[in-house]
């Protein structure tokens, strides 16, 4: 059953302070076109920017996520894109009138009550998923953050934390669906410890933060001049105590796990960031922003590869990623310089390996040593710069349109004949790409035997 996108029916607008920055800003959420996705304008700067809510634009990860164009930038979006995607609405447009979005009360719930008094409109566009044939997983060793995410027919989401503060523990918490996102998650408030917000606030940040817009937990133990010092900082005037539950004022807990729940509405609100919503369950343990964010990187690469698959692949097989047919569609080579069989793997501007199956067929062998047949290394050399070029063209929006010039080849070396009925498998992978210049490096094999290696520079330009 086809699904379609949806948007708001009219404008509403919520005002408060940024929790960094400490200024008042105003957000208001207005209807979108039908395939425009979530983005922010910033409505204080000069030609009001557009700022995409995308993995591409992600500049900061610090505290919070902060998208960024060209110069104009927008902080701590996170929360707003949770109450976006726990309404499942595609298409937004979000004006913002500072440098931050309003902290609220450090949930989202402000920000999905103020959705649904908007309304909701279907568009004639159909919603498309990134769906999964088999588990993908990352890791973080130095964050101590493990992500599993198997198939699944919607999004789920099991989190589990384990803090070395005695008051929070360890803490486990499921979603079985986005239906369940607002009564059961969306309220659930950011949090920090005592000795994270004192270093911020002698850092000059979370000038908006106080007691009313995010959990502080304690020690027990802690020292009172700890928090004559806290109360100095932030210049209250009112006793603070740490209550037996470990909160600073032992302020009330919305759910009885509610630290763990407030991780699951930070990754709902990362995971907006690809921009198309996921049928998939997360498996989580101790991610944050920074993890979240590389995972989306690594969801981007995945939903890229698929979509091109659409576009040029008729027909899924899969051992094969693109085939003959959908390679002449990227490459511009025809017989008898055509010299890639398939793909059989991509990572989106990461990675490639292709495949060429050399017979005694090949013209090249009936001038080149034809008593002893055997592949010329420059067409070796060439193959891999196609299988090369196949990749770096896919990084574009539309690679049908461009065409990847080779300017230099450096440090080839051949190192074992490649004769008829033999494989040959092409292994590339991206050094750097910027501003037109693509670096690589190619590796082909026969079997698991090495027989040529080389760096590869493109050129890549319009056609």
């Known amino acids: ?29 207005k ?75 450090g949930s989202s719930i ?50 589990m934390v384990d803090y070395k503060q005695k008051a929070l523990g360890t803490q486990y918490t499921w979603l079985p669906s986005l239906d369940y996102f607002e009564k059961e998650f969306a309220s659930a408030r950011t949090f920090c410890f005592l000795h994270e917000i004192i270093a911020l606030k002698e850092a000059g940040l979370i000038k908006g933060g106080s007691l009313e817009n995010a959990l502080v937990v304690a020690n027990p133990d802690t020292p009172k001049s700890e928090i004559k010092r806290l109360k100095k900082i932030f210049g209250y005037k009112q006793d603070i105590t740490i209550g037996a539950n470990g909160i600073l004022n032992n302020t009330p807990l919305r759910y009885y796990n509610e630290f763990v729940r407030h991780k699951v509405v930070d990754l709902i609100g990362d995971i907006a960031l690809l921009g198309v919503p996921i049928k998939g369950h997360f498996l989580a343990a101790r991610s944050g922003h920074k993890t979240n964010v590389e995972l989306v990187k690594k969801l981007r690469n995945l939903y890229k590869k698929q979509e091109l698959q659409k576009i040029y692949q008729k027909k899924k097989l899969s051992e094969i990623v693109f085939d003959i047919n959908a390679i002449q569609k990227i490459l511009p080579h025809r017989y008898p310089f055509l010299l890639v069989d398939k793909i059989i793997e991509f990572d989106a501007g990461e990675s490639i390996v292709g495949l060429k199956n050399v017979t005694i067929n090949e013209p090249f062998f009936n ?6 047949p055997v592949m010329p290394g420059v067409l070796i050399v060439e193959a891999m710069a196609q299988t090369g070029g196949i990749m770096i063209l896919n990084a574009l929006e539309n690679p049908e349109k461009h065409v990847a010039y ?12 490649v004769l008829p009925g033999d494989t040959l498998r092409f292994e590339l ?25 080389g760096d590869f520079l493109a050129k890549i330009m319009k056609k």
């Open 1 to 29: 059953m086809k699904e379609f996108k949806k948007t708001i029916k009219k404008a509403a607008n919520y005002r408060g302070v940024g929790l960094h920055s400490g200024e008042v800003s105003t957000i208001t959420f």
């Open 31 to 105: 209807p979108a076109e039908k395939d425009e996705g979530i983005v922010f304008i910033r409505t204080d700067l000069k030609d009001n920017p557009v700022i995409p809510a995308d993995i591409d634009h992600v500049i900061d990860i610090s505290r919070g996520t902060t998208i960024g164009f060209n110069n104009a930038t927008v902080a701590t979006i996170e929360h707003v894109l949770a109450a976006i995607k726990g309404l499942s609405i595609d298409n937004i447009r979000i004006e913002v009138s500072g440098p931050e979005v309003p902290v609220a009360d």
């Open 110 to 159: 402000v920000f999905m009550e103020l959705l649904k008094k908007c309304g909701f409109v279907e568009q004639d566009s159909e919603r498309e998923y990134l769906e999964f044939d088999e588990p993908i997983s990352y890791t973080s060793p130095v964050d101590n953050v493990d992500i599993v995410i198997v198939p699944s027919d919607s999004l789920k989401v099991t989190f």
């Open 367 to 372: 001038g080149h040593f034809p008593e002893h």
């Open 406 to 417: 080779f300017a230099a080849i450096d440090n080839v070396k051949f190192r074992k004949p």
């Open 429 to 453: 992978k991206v050094i750097s790409i910027k501003r037109g210049l693509a670096k690589m490096h190619g590796d082909a094999y026969v079997g698991n035997s090495k027989v040529c290696e």
